[in-house]
């Protein structure tokens, strides 16, 4: 995007709830950035909300920054922090909130142009958002993929790993590893570690271990999906003409920089239960998303459908 960083000032003309309901239903290019505020009512814990986020867990299990968990150089060096607490944030949800049903709605409504969500609990699809107006910013647990061989495998197959809090090794390269003889199991050892001498010398070496296995979600120090900054700048940031950020802190880039990269003169509105500081959002919602998005349906003169919405509202 040509236009450099700048933080946008706020629209005089829109202040309340009505103009946000108003906003919803003259809009028909809508970008939804969603975080996990709104999965947090099905049980799923966010990271940031005290008390029951999982950095808060994190920090009670003696880790000093949640962050660490998911940076990919201590992945790396200790696959095995990861695979003990990943159990808490692994998507076993057969059921989806009343802001995801939101979300379907707008997209029946041909008003959803983008949900750009951080989320990686795959809820969007269930809800059945398509996926050429889902960006998954931070990936999800729908795939995971080697660490040294980089061979790709449905998410599933690791999950009972994750339950059983043990570090998911590579199929492919234990596979290899197996198939190789002896002689160049230690061959490979030796290469890997760079020595010199690779005489058979009858000595006893380890057999090489097989790749650690990761699920495809962006940690801290990985790259986002390319159709991130593809669909953000090529597209969404030309066209949208309504920006509804729901249930995230804002604290993670580049999804955290986005509002302020957006044209100006396009009103932003916000939903969480914590305000924000750092972005000039013309309105800002503060609640249980799924009440306020339930009022403001109720104000665009829409019904909003769900299970966990009384059938009396
Ligand atoms: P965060 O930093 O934990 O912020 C969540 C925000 O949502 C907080 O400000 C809360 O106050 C607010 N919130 C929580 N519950 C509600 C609610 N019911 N209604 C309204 N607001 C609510 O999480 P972010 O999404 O901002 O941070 C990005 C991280 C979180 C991404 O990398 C995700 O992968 C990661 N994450 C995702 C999930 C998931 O997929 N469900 C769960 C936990 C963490």
């Given at each position: 995007i040509q236009r450099s960083y700048n933080k946008r000032q706020k629209l005089a003309q829109y202040n309340t709830i009505d103009d946000a309901a108003k906003l919803l239903r003259t809009s028909h290019n809508i970008m939804v950035i969603t975080g996990a505020g709104i999965s947090t009512s099905l049980g799923i814990p966010d990271f940031?909300?005290?008390?029951?986020?999982f950095y808060e867990r994190i920090r009670t299990l003696?880790?000093?920054?949640?962050?660490d968990v998911f940076n990919i150089d201590n992945f790396d060096d200790k696959p095995n922090i990861f695979y003990s607490l990943a159990g808490d944030i692994l998507p076993d949800q057969k059921r989806f909130s009343p802001t995801h049903a939101f979300l379907r709605l707008l997209q029946d409504k041909d008003r959803l142009q983008t949900n750009y969500t951080q989320?990686?609990?795959n809820l969007e699809g269930l809800a059945g958002i398509d996926k050429e107006r889902l960006i998954q910013c931070h990936g999800s647990f729908a795939t995971a993929s080697c660490r040294k061989c980089r061979h790709k495998v449905p998410g599933e197959e690791i999950f009972d790993d994750i339950r059983a809090k043990r570090v998911a090794r590579c199929r492919r390269c234990t596979q290899t590893i197996a198939k190789q003889p002896k002689k160049k199991q230690k061959a490979f050892k030796l290469r890997k570690n760079d020595w010199e001498d690779s005489s058979d010398d009858g000595g006893e070496y380890d057999v090489p271990e097989a790749g650690v296995m990761k699920p495809d979600i962006t940690f801290f120090g990985e790259q986002l999906p390319d159709n991130f900054f593809q669909r953000f700048t090529e597209r969404d940031a030309k066209n949208v003409d309504l920006v509804v950020v729901i249930g995230?802190?804002?604290?993670?880039a580049p999804v955290s920089e986005m509002p302020n990269y957006l044209p100006h003169h396009v009103p932003q509105i916000f939903i969480s239960r914590e305000p924000i500081q750092h972005v000039n959002f013309d309105i800002q919602l503060i609640g249980d998303c799924d009440h306020v998005v339930f009022e403001l349906c109720r104000r665009a003169g829409w019904s909003l459908k769900h299970e966990m919405i009384p059938p009396h509202f």
């Amino acid at each position: 995007i040509q236009r450099s960083y700048n933080k946008r000032q706020k629209l005089a003309q829109y202040n309340t709830i009505d103009d946000a309901a108003k906003l919803l239903r003259t809009s028909h290019n809508i970008m939804v950035i969603t975080g996990a505020g709104i999965s947090t009512s099905l049980g799923i814990p966010d990271f940031r909300s005290k008390g029951t986020g999982f950095y808060e867990r994190i920090r009670t299990l003696g880790y000093e920054d949640g962050e660490d968990v998911f940076n990919i150089d201590n992945f790396d060096d200790k696959p095995n922090i990861f695979y003990s607490l990943a159990g808490d944030i692994l998507p076993d949800q057969k059921r989806f909130s009343p802001t995801h049903a939101f979300l379907r709605l707008l997209q029946d409504k041909d008003r959803l142009q983008t949900n750009y969500t951080q989320n990686i609990d795959n809820l969007e699809g269930l809800a059945g958002i398509d996926k050429e107006r889902l960006i998954q910013c931070h990936g999800s647990f729908a795939t995971a993929s080697c660490r040294k061989c980089r061979h790709k495998v449905p998410g599933e197959e690791i999950f009972d790993d994750i339950r059983a809090k043990r570090v998911a090794r590579c199929r492919r390269c234990t596979q290899t590893i197996a198939k190789q003889p002896k002689k160049k199991q230690k061959a490979f050892k030796l290469r890997k570690n760079d020595w010199e001498d690779s005489s058979d010398d009858g000595g006893e070496y380890d057999v090489p271990e097989a790749g650690v296995m990761k699920p495809d979600i962006t940690f801290f120090g990985e790259q986002l999906p390319d159709n991130f900054f593809q669909r953000f700048t090529e597209r969404d940031a030309k066209n949208v003409d309504l920006v509804v950020v729901i249930g995230t802190s804002l604290k993670v880039a580049p999804v955290s920089e986005m509002p302020n990269y957006l044209p100006h003169h396009v009103p932003q509105i916000f939903i969480s239960r914590e305000p924000i500081q750092h972005v000039n959002f013309d309105i800002q919602l503060i609640g249980d998303c799924d009440h306020v998005v339930f009022e403001l349906c109720r104000r665009a003169g829409w019904s909003l459908k769900h299970e966990m919405i009384p059938p009396h509202f």
